[in-house]
């Protein structure tokens, strides 16, 4: 079944945008019934990457699930050298798209590693975008 944001993504040859991919991404995510979805600015804290997201999802074939979604996803939108790390055991996925990278989670585990706190400053916590910030529920 494909959902109306879905389908809305469109399918170019190459995702030269970042802010394009990291609202596709964000749709991606929240057609899978990802969780607590953060978005982390990087600008300015490091150089590996501008955007960081991270998700949870409810079991270990959730993460899995979400993040072959994603890999097929991203490469469809022309995202070249996605590397995915983690995906024997889907407790944390990570997801290198270049300019954006995409950490899911089961929850225990996210809460364990706590990356919102490590990635976010004082005075930046972090958002969905909508408002929740970085260690809020969505």
């Given at each position: 079944m494909v959902s109306k944001r879905s389908a809305a993504i469109p399918n170019t040859e190459n995702a030269s945008s970042i802010e394009h991919l990291l609202n596709a991404v964000e749709i991606i995510l929240e057609d899978d019934k990802a969780e607590q979805t953060v978005v982390i600015e990087l600008a300015g804290k490091t150089e590996i990457a501008d955007h960081l997201i991270i998700a949870s999802g409810t079991s270990h074939r959730h993460v899995g699930a979400m993040a072959d979604h994603l890999y097929r996803k991203l490469k469809g939108l022309g995202v070249k050298n996605i590397s995915v790390e983690g995906n024997d055991q889907c407790d944390w996925v990570l997801i290198d798209g270049g300019d954006i990278i995409i950490h899911l989670f089961r929850p225990e585990v996210r809460?364990?590693?706590?990356?919102?706190?490590?990635?976010?400053?004082?005075?930046?916590?972090?958002?969905?975008?909508g408002g929740n910030t970085a260690g809020g529920t969505a």
């Open positions: 809460q364990f590693y706590n990356l919102e706190k490590i990635w976010s400053g004082p005075a930046d916590e972090g958002s969905d975008r």
